[in-house]
């Protein structure tokens, strides 16, 4: 339920009245796979009507927002990030029909959803790739994308797949040319200097935002322009874009949000906010790897070290704040000591380790620890930005790292200790991913039946911190203040919005501490 429905709204401060608009600052977001959720036709494959079924569950939690990972026709090679058509929805997940009544029914119980807008690539299967490359090189289909005679134009620009890219180019032979790529070979990037191809994505925003979605993640944001003799990421061009999509959105519908994915330092980051016209939203990349150090050296430096350096930005924007999502959690942005020092604590078994990351979910880095889970999912829901939740996490899921490349952390969801882990009746051979089936984090001793019986589970206690968290607006739009007791174990802050003044303490060690605070 949403906490400005349940007040009388002559009750409410100015401020929060016209709270609606900047609903996404109040959000706790639920993050998603279609695939991964629940199998309404038993094929192996989590679908629509699965999920429909599955929204009482997400309003029970008490979470206002899902965020849904890419459902679009793909060869899913990138696990759908690898879109063969922005329009349509891939038929492993149901139809645009499931579709429409999973918004109907989400809306129902007062849950907003936000899609992915895949823009920097697309799939090497997208028709629009196969016309560029077999178009002649001085066409317009040609210039969707972008392309090279040489594979040392843009030298100096990073490698993002540092374990399974050499090159930012690859050749195409029908082609006869190279095209670039940020992310994976198959995922050529579109030409961002081409209005067709703005136009083009523009189109396909207002195709989603007509079936009643409330907002978008952007997809790898900083790389849509390239410009030589710099290193690609960041550009004027890029916000230019950014600006646009921006404004179309406004102009098409009212109070829907953008997401920034930006893996960058606070200071580019905090450009993609614009001044309040670029993305209302932005993942803080730096503060994620930041928490999980606090935690390991039981000092409290780290976290409070990059909020001070953490820019205020515009009055309508908001930081995304995240423990755990479908990727690794990326090693990007720390130094080199830091990820080394978060490597040999958090991923001793290089399995574990991926591209500049981990492959692992919140509870096994946390050894399975119910006190260190609470502690972590309490700084998510008190710090300053809006929560979210990956899904399995809140029960404590367990990953695989055997499994390749990001898919142990995007297995099936545990529901039951019953076949499957109760989320689909289908022979487990046909099941898109192996559940996990250990002793410590299986289906059976590890699901949301059981613990929805226990009051002492950790869903529960996530329940509580969620309801704790949607007690206040101080959380979401409060500003934050630390207290700085001599004992570094202990990190205090007091969260205020207007009258409401809240007191937070974590003690970061294993063990438990004296402190003093000054309360003055
Ligand atoms: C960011 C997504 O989070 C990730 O899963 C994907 O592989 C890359 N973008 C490339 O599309
Ligand atoms: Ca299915």
Redesign the pocket.
Known sequence: MNLLSSIDATELPVTALDGDEFWYKDAIIYQLHVKAFADSNNDGIGDFAGLTEKLGYLQDLGVTALWLLPFYPSPGR??G?DIADYGAINPDFGTMKDFRRFIVEAKRRGLRVITEL?VN?TSDQHDWFKRARRSDPKSSARNWYVWSDTDQKYAGTRIIFTDTEKSNWTWDPEAGQFYWHR?FSH?PDLNFDNPRVVSALVQVMKRWLDTGVDGFRL??IPYLCERAGTNNENLPETHAVIRTLRAELDAYAKGKVLLA?ANQWPEDVQEYFGRGDECQMAYHFPLMPRIYMAIAQEDRFPITDILRQTPDIPGNCQWALFLRN??ELTLEMVTDVERDYLWSTYANDPRARINVGIRRRLAPLMDNDRRKIELMNSLLLSFPGTPIIYYGDEIGMGDNIYLGDRNGVRTPMQWTPDRNGGFSRADPARLYAPTIMDPVYGYESVNVEAQSRSLSSLLSATKRLISVRKSTLAFGRGTMTFIRPVNRSVLAYVRQYQDEVILCVANLSRSAQATELDLS
């Open positions: 990138d696990d990030y895949v690539h992310f995922q997809d790898a994915e479908h990727d």
